[in-house]
């Protein structure tokens, strides 16, 4: 594993954040309705302390989705109540370890374009509630 520590944020600057990702594990992209719509690009900072707001949490605005046959969110999305842009997600799932942040990778401002053309991409079938396996197109992801 090989953390890196990078610094992004929202489109206005107000909301500023650091994740130690490690982007040569991979990036994720899925099909579920949320990410379809935000065209979700992600790396995962895993655990607690690999993720940091620096700069802008009153900001901050916050969006629970509750998939279909589940009781409860499993992310809650944060954005910029300035811009709109949504700068992270943050969720407690034994499948990913624990508590984790979804940081998409459009809003990491530090990253070298070649390392994140390099990071393989884990396609995700959260449209039919399958984490553990890509879907059958993933054209449009």
């Known amino acids: 594993m090989a953390l890196k520590t990078y610094s992004g944020g929202c489109?206005?600057?107000k909301v500023r954040f650091q994740a130690d990702l490690?982007?040569?594990a991979?990036?994720?992209?899925?099909n579920c309705s949320l990410c379809t719509k935000a065209r979700a690009w992600f790396a995962l900072a895993r655990g607690k302390d690999r993720f940091r707001v620096i700069?802008?949490?009153r900001e901050l605005s916050e969006y629970?989705?509750?998939p279909p046959g589940r009781s409860e969110s499993n992310l809650t999305y944060r954005f910029c109540r300035n811009c709109g842009i949504r700068a992270f997600a943050g969720g407690d799932h034994e499948s990913l370890g624990g508590v984790f942040h979804a940081v998409p990778?459009?809003?990491l401002d530090d990253v070298d374009p070649d390392e994140l053309a390099a990071a393989p991409i884990h396609y995700v079938d959260g449209k039919n509630d399958?984490?553990?396996r890509a879907p059958?197109?993933?054209r449009l992801m």
């Open 11 to 13: 489109h206005c600057g």
């Open 22 to 24: 490690d982007l040569s």
């Open 26 to 30: 991979g990036t994720n992209r899925c």
């Open 55 to 57: 700069a802008g949490e």
């Open 64 to 66: 629970r989705w509750t």
């Open 105 to 107: 990778v459009n809003a």
């Open 130 to 132: 399958r984490f553990d």
């Open 136 to 138: 059958e197109d993933t």
